[in-house]
């Protein structure tokens, strides 16, 4: 059995200072040369030296203090009385009543000792210490904990133990922990680390209850496997549902990094069927300009997450992505070939709106500047096989070359673009009135162009003004035979205003004759450069009706004006921040979207309150926090609601107490997991973290992570 230590950044900042190492001025010398210092020395017939008051031995990294030493010179053996003090460099500190060091080989034996290491803040006690040579150590009947002096909120006692500070780990026999006086475990053999260094040994078991898993404990067991590969084997007991065994591998070489994880569960209880789910990214540089990258994820049946995930992220995921790119970067270009498949989670999906296979798909992008009149080429081209069961397939070539004259002032910015769009399809399957091949061409203009002022606000703050105007131009194509692949509308936003494209892939290009007028005000405190306010303003005017819809039959859309389109961000005071974004629509006098943020942060304050709107669709609230209510105690929580269904989204509550050398936290927590039945996961989750002695499990600190933006763990 091993326990693992926490990488921490302070996990002692609520501990009594600890004193220092005792100091003195030994003389000057070799390293190995034994020095001494006493206020009386004398040699017997022997030749031994009888050291007396406030006697100092050094010896490189090592000193011995005492109140009296026989220290014989041939055999290197100092036997000490009185008050002994043995310490090195590394932090350690032994007090003893008495014993013997050879300062030879660096053996001996001290009784009745107390000892300490600062750089983990530990301290115990033992019948004997024994130090074994160059920085080892043994000591029988002895205790360990990293509690101040004075408290053994918990304490670890062995009947052997073995420290090595060069190779950073301990070990004991026998070995019993308590905490408050209550035994809590015992081992016949435990490993454990001494020092900050990746070791292998058992993480601190995490576990909780859900009502759709029983009790649930996570035991984690950390694997070192080099400097540059470790893995992680955590058995979780299922109390409704089984053993599953959970594994995560990772991995950095020179030209690759990546990392895969494996989860199984035999035999469901509840379900009859063995569970399991795969996921993986691995990137690997073949040549200095060729890498080779792989990503994806998979599980064995659509319910997986909804029955044994743990957040909302997986509850409403819908499919899972496998792909593997093969990348080549030239001086002005790149080339990447690349094969892509989605494993659905929806079980009442149809095959017509499932995602297309890409078996293969050519990407190829060019960028050459400084031409000839300071203007700019682009190219993009992309050649894909569509795949997928009982549908339309195509094999599509796309080609879009553009011609920019980027020109620029002081002041001012005008970037005119002309650009030329070929897209071919070969179709397989398709009705007999769309014909096997399909072509489509299509050039598109636009201008883009802004000014900039700025003024000083009373010399302490510079306010800056920034109008932009944005013109597109592409004429219509009717498009309604070609099939959609991977197109989809671009959310509309402030950025979307200066975007000619409406359609996210070439299945569809929008014809336009737009232009968009929009104005940006920033305030900048020019001693340190930060914004500390940008407001965002902007309209589309449209020019001629819009008649390239996603849908094919749609009429087009005949509106003069775009909805108003509105960002605001401002940091009122230190810690502060506000994000605000509004879509309305003036021909209805209605807002169509709309968000509002709240940050606090300080220090280990947090609070997040925020409000989604968009028309039709969803109104949720969200309030999240992490507060400390003293300096041992911290609230947390969060609240997800949506306005528009009257029902919870997710609720969180926990609290958190640290001390010295030990921490816990206790969260309850429920969550939506099927929108169309009701159902909600409830569970509730403990951990408890004996600081210098074992690390958090992989449960509750995650779980804070994802749900309170800001979070972080801090054990």
């Known amino acids: 059995m091993g326990l693992a230590l926490p990488a921490a950044a302070d996990p002692w900042a609520l501990c009594e200072p600890q004193s220092p190492l005792p100091q003195s001025r030994p003389p000057e010398g070799s390293e190995e040369r034994v020095r001494v210092l006493a206020d009386q020395a004398r040699l017997d017939q022997q030749g031994r030296m ?17 109140d009296q030493v026989i220290y014989d010179r041939s055999s290197g053996i100092a036997i000490a009385r009185g008050g002994v003090r043995f310490s090195d460099a590394d932090g350690f500190l032994l007090e003893s009543t008495g014993g013997y060091l050879n300062l030879e080989d660096q053996s001996g034996r001290f009784e009745q000792g107390r000892y300490r290491y600062l750089p983990r803040h530990a301290r115990g006690a033992a019948r004997v210490i024994a130090p074994r040579g160059d920085n080892r150590f043994h000591l029988e ?15 670890l006692s062995a009947s052997k133990v073995d420290l090595d500070q060069k190779s950073g780990r301990g070990t004991a026999r026998n070995v019993l922990l308590r905490f408050h006086h209550v035994p809590l475990l015992y081992t016949p053999w435990i490993d454990f680390p001494i020092d900050d260094r990746r070791q292998s040994g058992l993480l601190l078991p995490s576990f909780g209850n859900a009502n759709n898993t029983g009790l649930d404990l996570v035991i984690p067991y950390y694997l070192n ?32 990094a990546g990392e895969m994880q494996v989860d199984y569960l035999p035999e469901d209880r509840l379900e009859g069927d063995d569970r399991s789910y795969v996921s993986w990214e691995h990137d690997w540089t073949l040549t200095p300009r060729l890498r080779f990258h792989t990503e994806g994820a998979d599980v ?78 682009d190219l993009q081209a992309e050649w894909v096989a569509f795949e997928r069961e009982d549908s339309v397939t195509a094999r599509r070539t796309d080609l879009e070359p553009t011609l920019s004259l980027p020109l620029r002032g002081p002041a001012w ?13 070969a179709l397989e399957d398709a009705p007999a009135q769309t014909g096997d091949h399909l072509q489509r061409e299509l050039p598109t203009f636009s201008l883009d162009g802004g000014l900039f002022f700025e003024r000083s606000l009373g010399g302490e703050y510079l306010q800056l003004l920034e109008p932009r105007i944005f013109y597109t131009y592409t004429p219509y194509r009717d498009q309604d035979t070609i099939p959609r692949f991977d197109t989809s509308a671009y959310d509309f936003s402030f950025d979307q205003l200066f975007r000619s494209a409406r359609f996210s892939g070439p299945d569809r290009v929008a014809d336009g004759n737009r232009l968009t007028t929009a104005i940006t005000t920033r305030i900048i405190d020019p001693a340190t450069a930060e914004e500390l306010l940008r407001a965002r303003l902007g309209q589309i005017h449209y020019l001629s009706d819009q008649r390239v819809r996603l849908t094919p039959g749609l009429a087009p859309i005949d509106r003069a004006h775009s909805s108003l389109v509105g ?14 974004a509004a879509q309305w ?55 997800a609601y949506s306005l528009r269904d009257e029902r919870d989204l997710e609720e969180l509550v926990g609290l958190e107490y640290q001390s010295c050398c030990w921490g816990a936290r206790v969260v309850s927590r429920r969550y939506l997991v099927d929108g169309v039945e009701n159902k909600y996961s409830n569970g509730i989750y403990f951990q408890i973290i ?7 499990g992989s449960g509750v600190d995650e779980l804070l992570s994802e749900g309170i933006l800001g979070y972080e763990n801090s054990d």
């Open 50 to 66: 009888h050291l007396e008051g406030e006697v100092e031995i050094h010896q490189g990294r090592r000193s011995l203090w005492a």
């Open 141 to 155: 009947g002895a205790t360990f904990t990293t509690c101040d002096p004075g408290r053994q909120d918990w304490l």
């Open 225 to 256: 496997l080099a400097p540059n590969r470790d893995a992680t084997i955590a058995p979780r007991f299922i109390g409704r549902r089984g053993t599953m065994l959970k594994t995560e591998f990772r991995y950095l070489e020179p030209r690759g």
């Open 300 to 377: 064995s049946d659509p319910n997986y997450f909804d029955d044994l995930g743990s957040s909302l992220n997986d509850t409403s995921s819908t499919h899972l992505q496998r792909r593997a790119d093969l990348r080549y970067r030239g001086g002005n270009w790149n080339l990447t070939a690349r094969v892509e498949d989605f494993q659905s989670l929806d079980e009442y999906l149809s095959p017509n709106s499932k995602p297309y296979q890409r078996l293969p798909q050519l990407l190829y992008r060019g960028h050459w500047s400084n031409l000839p009149g300071q203007a700019n080429l």
């Open 413 to 425: 910015f005008l970037d005119p673009k002309l650009s030329y769009r070929f897209t071919h399809y």
């Open 567 to 580: 960002e605001l961000a401002w940091r009122p005071a230190p810690g502060w921040r506000l994000n605000a």
């Open 585 to 639: 629509d003036p021909q209805r006098e209605r807002t169509e979207r709309g968000s509002v943020q709240i940050r606090y942060r300080d220090g280990g304050r947090i609070l997040n309150l925020s409000h989604r709107y968009r028309e039709d669709i969803l109104r949720q609230g969200d309030l999240s926090f992490a507060w400390p209510l003293s300096e041992r105690w911290s609230a947390v929580g969060r609240w």
């Open 690 to 696: 004996f600081k210098g002695l074992t690390s958090l």
